[in-house]
């Protein structure tokens, strides 16, 4: 189970998870918050919801996968988009889409019912796009 610490402004906290077609950059800014820029594959087709005084947001999963030697390493962004996003999201992204995603992150850590800890992120995004469907190469560092 990685240790999480969280760095000095400016510093990185997640320095990068890439391969198996995902990349996750997470960052402190000098405000105060975390900025996290990931790119892996979304769970389950976003749902839209709009609130008592009409702002929409949509939530979905998004799995940043690292493929190793031994063992594969997944990250769960649990994702939440507002307003124009949000809309855009829904109408665009179905289970199993590569997208982007930027924005500030909140960290939770978790232990399953089989007693294996976990750590997820939950993301406000801010920016995001659509990514290319095709493939990257996979390696495998000895």
Same mark, same amino acid.
């Given at each position: ?7 000095? !402004? ?52 998004? !799995? ?16 939440? !988009? ?7 999201? +829904? ?24 007693? +294996? ?26």
């Amino acid at each position: 189970m990685p240790v999480v610490v969280f760095p000095p !402004a400016g510093s990185l906290l997640v320095s990068e998870i890439h391969g198996k077609g995902a990349t996750i950059h997470a960052q402190r800014s000098n405000s105060m918050f975390f900025q996290v820029q990931a790119f892996g594959r979304v769970e389950r087709d976003p749902e839209l919801v709009v609130t008592k005084d009409g702002t929409s947001f949509t939530e979905f999963s998004l !799995a940043v996968s690292k493929k190793r030697c031994v063992e594969d390493i997944t990250v769960w962004l649990f994702c939440y !988009a507002w307003g124009g996003h949000a809309e855009t999201i +829904k109408r665009s992204v179905t289970k199993g889409s590569m997208l982007f995603v930027q924005g500030d992150f909140t960290p939770h850590q978790y232990t399953t019912e089989n007693g +294996k800890q976990g750590l997820s992120l939950e993301v406000n995004v801010e920016k995001f796009s659509f990514a290319d469907e095709s493939k990257p190469q996979e390696y495998c560092q000895q």
